[in-house]
């Protein structure tokens, strides 16, 4: 009878340590340290992987035998793929007049693609630097002389967006343009600005 006593309290004392063990397990898998690790992302949580650019520029152009400058307006989207890395498409309008004496009036198209790196550190600024090759052309309307040239060009530059709203940005930027035409590069500038939107 006294060993039937014993081997009873052993098995008890076995089958509550059983069901211990099968408690901590259980609270083990459903608490959020044992849950998977998400993997790591590339995209920090306030960088979204496109961004819209609708700008307004100034640009001076030397070049075809004329100097001139043209307003117009820009249109870019850069999509990232990391938090600073992007690829970006540009389209730029420009509209002005060359020449003095008669004056000309002067189209600018420049459309191209490339990298696009901002430096963003957390603050409400974010510097960003860019270089597009693409096409450009220009056409002067009231000439058969130089008229309508296209040519291979490009565009290097950068600036500075500032943050006013959640999704949305303020930018000062500023290019070089180079234009191959006539067997020689033809280096021009560009000033602009505008507002950025990233989804």
Sequence with gaps: MHKLLVLCGALLCLSLTAAAQESTAAFDASSPA??????????PADRTPWQLGLGFQYQHYDL??????TFGYNVGITRYVNDWFGVEGLGSFGFGTAGSAPSLTAKSI??????????????RFEPWMHVLAGLQHFRFTQTATIGSNSAVGFM?????DYKIGDRTYLRFQGDFIGSHFLKQIDKSYSFGTGLVFNF
């Design 34 to 43: 044992s849950e998977a690790a998400t993997p790591a992302s590339l995209m």
């Design 64 to 69: 075809l035998g004329q100097n001139f400058h």
């Design 110 to 123: 420049f459309v191209g693609g490339g990298p696009h790196i901002a430096l963003s550190n957390g603050s």
């Design 156 to 160: 290097g530059g950068g600036g500075v």
